[in-house]
């Protein structure tokens, strides 16, 4: 039972003004409870950060897979029945690209912010947070680079240290300084045409494969250990596992077949559209630790990129998170301190989505709470669910940020054929959401 809020009329705090922390103040607003959100934007910027826009994606522009057979594009469609702000804005906003969802980076932040600006319970604090007040009910969603003072703050509270590693950010390229004669237009296996391939001949890859091992590095820093995701390696770093590891990996030219030559290419380096305009394009899988001098040489010798005009550079960044299992209840709050959530990748989760539906999450249940309603927590077959059930679960030996994946559902009866399993956990799922959002209603 919780204890009736010492300042009842007092609006809830959300602390960070990213993915996470405008779908949770959406929200909360959403329920008719009044909201400050802190951002410390333009004031000051974390090493990733460079817009003063609310909502800014710091590297890829994708919000990834489309399909409700895949983890995250049924996470995506779950958090659309629950009227959220970040999928509307992605839906405004999108660009071609495939089967995933990628938007014009400037005008989903500015659909984000405005919507936000424009909402009479929302007030929109351009300052840092330093210190937690744990008596009121308050969202903490400063994502992987929060402030240092902000982190040291969370650390004392929860008396667990915090803990950073690192994610890479890919280069982009402007589309005008492409050499059209060498890359084509494709998507893999002939499914569309949103992807610009770069082909590699074997010699091409011998050289700029040799080049990119020669290629020095942004040497790490003396409190600063590498630990990297699996899912975003840099590219050096996967090369260096093997000649060919890249051929297989972010490299890989199968279902590619170049119209020049009518043969598949030895490998291929792909580029996806990054603004609305398709001016701009990222190199797909090239996060980098590269010195920004010899990221250009060396993509400079990737076929049709000769003359690119690099806009953005590679570059690495700290990410902090909470070890949330045993802190976090699958409320969003802390069992000791239950006006605390965090929200967004501070919580232990991996990627834009699942950080939007983290702050979706703790927006519904700091709504509830200075409502004086009893929280909720989302079926565990559900998306959602294996989110939360991944943050709070004391099982785990190695707690890491997780992108939401099949593996974290219950399992689906043993018969179900591979195949089906995907539209079998899409069922399940949303069958489970449409009772547990009645229940809510109730
Ligand atoms: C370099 C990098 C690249 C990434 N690339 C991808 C990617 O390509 N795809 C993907 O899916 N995920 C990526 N991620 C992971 C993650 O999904 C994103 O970082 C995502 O933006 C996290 O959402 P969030 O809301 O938790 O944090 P953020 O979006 O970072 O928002 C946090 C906000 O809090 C503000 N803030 C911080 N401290 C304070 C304070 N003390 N007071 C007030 N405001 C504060 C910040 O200015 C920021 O606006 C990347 C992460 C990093 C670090």
């Avoid at 983890?71 to 779950?78: D, H, N, P, W, Y």
């Avoid at 890989?252 to 077949?257: A, N, T």
């Avoid at 580029?271 to 701009?280: K, P, S």
């Amino acid at each position: 039972m919780l204890k009736p809020d010492p300042c009842p009329s007092s609006p809830i705090t959300i602390i960070g003004g990213g993915l996470a922390g405008v779908e949770a103040a959406w929200q909360a607003a959403r329920r008719g409870v009044r909201v400050r959100l802190y951002e410390m934007k333009p004031r000051r910027f974390s090493p990733a950060h460079q817009s003063p826009l609310l909502g800014e994606l710091v590297c890829s522009n994708s919000l990834r897979a489309e399909a409700l057979e895949n983890a995250v594009g049924l996470l995506k469609e779950e958090m659309r029945r629950l009227g959220s702000l970040v999928m509307a804005a992605a839906q405004a906003t999108r660009v071609p690209a495939g089967k995933a969802l990628a938007v014009d980076r400037e005008a989903f932040a500015a659909h984000l912010t405005g919507a936000l600006e424009q909402e009479p319970l929302v007030e929109i604090i351009r300052e840092e947070v330093t210190e937690l007040d744990t008596r009121r009910t308050t969202i903490v969603a400063t994502g992987p680079l929060s402030s240092a003072a902000l982190a040291a703050a969370l650390a004392q509270v929860t008396g667990s240290e915090h803990l950073h590693f690192y994610d890479a950010i890919a280069p982009i390229v402007a589309a005008d300084s492409l050499d059209m004669s060498k890359v084509f237009r494709a998507s893999r296996y002939g499914v569309g045409d949103d992807y610009l391939n770069c082909p590699f001949n074997e010699e091409e890859y011998a050289a700029f494969y040799e080049a990119l091992m020669a290629a020095e590095q942004v040497p790490l820093k003396s409190f600063e250990e590498p630990r990297y995701f699996e899912g975003c390696l840099p590219l050096e770093v996967m090369a260096a596992r093997g000649y060919l590891t890249l051929v297989y990996g972010p490299l890989k030219p199968v279902g590619l077949i170049d119209p020049h030559t009518g043969r598949q290419p030895f490998a291929v380096a792909q580029l996806r559209q990054e603004n609305r305009e398709g001016t701009l394009y990222n190199l797909v899988g090239f996060q980098t630790k590269l010195k920004y001098g010899e990221q250009e040489r060396v993509f400079r010798l990737i076929p049709g990129l000769e003359r690119a005009e690099f806009v953005r550079l590679g570059s690495i960044h700290r990410n902090t998170f909470i070890r949330s299992p045993g802190l976090l209840s699958s409320h969003l709050n802390f069992r000791e301190y239950p006006r605390l959530f965090l929200a967004g990748q501070i919580s232990g989760v991996e990627g834009y989505v699942e950080s939007a539906a983290m702050g979706l999450l703790a927006g519904i249940n700091a709504a509830r709470q200075a409502g004086q309603k009893p929280l909720v927590a989302p079926p565990r077959p559900t998306a959602l669910g294996a989110l939360v059930g991944h943050l709070t679960n004391t099982a785990t030996q190695d707690f890491q940020p997780m992108n939401v994946n099949f593996g974290l559902f219950p399992p689906l009866p043993e018969r179900t054929p591979k195949k089906l399993r995907g539209a079998a956990h899409a069922a399940r799922a949303l069958a489970e959401l449409e009772a547990w959002q009645k229940e809510m209603e109730e």
